[in-house]
């Protein structure tokens, strides 16, 4: 079992920055790939990014590539979500995701898939005013 809690959401500007952190428990966290979704209001929950166990192998959406950077910290069984010159349609609840790693699956194109992570966080919201 792997529990995720997120953390670091708010309101910011346009062009803005914030960046969002995901706390998971549980010694193996280093064996799982980590990702993280999003879902606007009327919208159903899309992928962001994902990364594998190490510092290694990030996959963005077209959306968020060179604005948002997934990074993750072992030590601290901590996901983060850089996330830079912020707009309004990047506003949403963020999740977080884990599942257990598996090359196989980490790079087929369907590991964007929400049914393809076993974990979620609560969410975390974030606002991009205009």
């Known amino acids: 079992q792997v529990q995720l809690v997120e953390s670091g959401g708010g309101l910011v500007q346009t062009g803005g920055s914030l960046r969002l952190s995901c706390a998971a428990s549980g010694r193996t966290f280093s064996r799982y790939a980590m990702g993280w979704f999003r879902q606007a209001p009327g919208k159903e929950r899309e992928f962001v990014a994902r990364?594998?166990?190490?510092?290694?192998?990030?996959v963005y959406a077209d959306s968020v590539k060179g604005r948002f950077t997934i990074s993750r910290d072992n030590a601290k069984n901590t996901v983060y979500l850089q996330m830079n010159s912020l707009k309004p349609e990047d506003t949403a609840v963020y999740y977080c995701?884990?599942?257990?790693?598996?090359?196989?699956?980490?790079?087929?194109?369907?590991?964007?898939?929400?049914?393809?992570?076993?974990?979620w966080g609560q969410g975390t919201q974030v606002t991009v005013s205009s």
């Open positions: 995701a884990a599942r257990y790693y598996s090359g196989t699956w980490y790079y087929n194109p369907a590991a964007t898939e929400i049914s393809g992570f076993d974990y």
């Open positions: 990364i594998s166990t190490r510092n290694a192998g990030t």
